[in-house]
């Protein structure tokens, strides 16, 4: 079996969808299903073994790590000659849909996920009149696959709510062993400065669509209430645009840079709680690696975090882009040992099991599916 898949970014842990496609992508091979890879940011030509194909694009002005990509005749040559059993797309922009439009002159298989909700995006910058043109365009994409795959229930809803059709739920896993209460290191928090303090984590993109302001927000607010003594410390894992701004808002936060491996298991280990007000998730990659470390996650009741908070009961919920609703339960976890103990307990308890082979079945069969009706 021939797999192409069309990624968009495909730079490995730089976000949650890059994660998930790499770790499918692992998967196939241990089946030696041959795939290659079409992106804006692939790096370098081959990345795990695979064949990247780069395609022309231009960054996007907000954020230029995401950008905008052109469909042209190398393109469609490069695909041809691949000859695939199955297209694979997960971002809707020109390329995206002018890869459905070809499979569907071709008759190939086309299998879609969702990864990103763009259109959050746009309402997070106060753009939301611009979201009303998009959705027939998303529509159409969407609905052109002969399959459709979303992270969660959530995101299900939000697609069919503006008639997409009905999806079927591709999770996500944890790499074995990566995430757990072990990695805890007493060293680490000494060199934060959280002797004797509780430690409120950050890990992600840098930039106002991960609910930023709202983490700036709680920041603030425990530093003004006197009942917090000691404060918290505030630390921030990650890397993006609006790292200097950060620095000025939370003059006492921690920023230890961008993390992988073991020094990111260790940091999640070492926190109390993550603090993840983002609204713009369909998943929450951090959320699941925090909860399997014996983080309760605290999250917004938009998005596609609350889904796994509710699932796993390894968290609370507190109202979107509302920094006192945030900060109450951020309280009230680290002041409540008890309380404390319940959620992170039944967390740990519910992310046994969450494994990548698992998960991904649910992709392999769908292109099982999808490749035996073609022959028939």
Request: glycine content about 8%; proline content about 6%.
């Amino acid at each position: 079996m021939r797999i192409a898949i069309y990624a968009g970014m495909f730079i490995q842990d730089f976000d949650g969808a890059t994660k998930t496609l790499f770790e499918l992508i692992k998967s196939l091979h241990r089946r030696q299903i041959e795939v290659e890879v079409w992106s804006f940011s692939g790096e370098p030509d081959k990345q795990s073994g695979v064949p990247v194909h780069k395609v022309p694009a231009i960054p996007f002005p907000f954020y230029p790590e995401y950008k905008f990509a052109f469909p042209g005749p190398s393109l469609f040559r490069a695909i041809r000659r691949f000859n695939p059993d199955l297209i694979h797309l997960t971002v809707p922009d020109t390329i995206g849909m002018g890869l459905a439009l070809f499979a569907k002159i071709k008759r190939i298989p086309l299998l879609i996920s969702y990864h990103t909700d763009f259109i959050s995006y746009l309402e997070e910058r106060n753009l939301w009149y611009l979201s009303r043109p998009w959705w027939p365009f998303l529509r159409w994409f969407y609905n052109s696959a002969d399959s459709l795959l979303v992270p969660g229930r959530e995101s299900c809803a939000k697609l069919a709510a503006h008639g997409i059709q009905p999806a079927s739920v591709w999770s996500r896993g944890l790499p074995k062993g990566r995430f757990s209460p072990s990695f805890r290191s007493e060293s680490l928090r000494r060199r934060w400065g959280a002797e004797g303090k509780k430690v409120v984590l950050f890990s992600g993109r840098f930039a106002w669509f991960k609910g930023l302001r709202v983490f700036i927000q709680v920041y603030n607010l425990f530093k003004k209430d006197k009942r917090n003594n000691p404060a918290p410390v505030f630390v921030l894992i990650g890397r993006g645009p609006l790292e200097e701004d950060l620095k000025r808002h939370m003059p006492d936060a921690v920023f230890p840079g961008y993390m992988t491996g073991e020094d990111l298991s260790a940091s999640y280990a070492s926190s109390d709680i993550l603090l993840f007000p983002s609204i713009t998730e369909t998943f929450g990659n951090v959320i699941q690696e925090a909860i399997a470390s014996g983080l309760p996650a605290v999250v917004s009741d938009r998005g596609g975090c609350q889904e796994i908070v509710r699932q796993t009961g390894g968290g609370l919920v507190a109202r979107a882009g509302n920094g006192l609703s945030f900060y109450q339960e951020c309280r009230s976890l680290l002041t409540d040992e008890k309380f404390y103990n319940r959620i992170r307990t039944t967390g740990l308890a519910n992310m046994k099991d969450k494994n990548w082979e698992t998960v991904n079945r649910v992709v392999l069969d769908e292109y099982q599916r999808l490749v035996s009706t073609r022959s028939k």
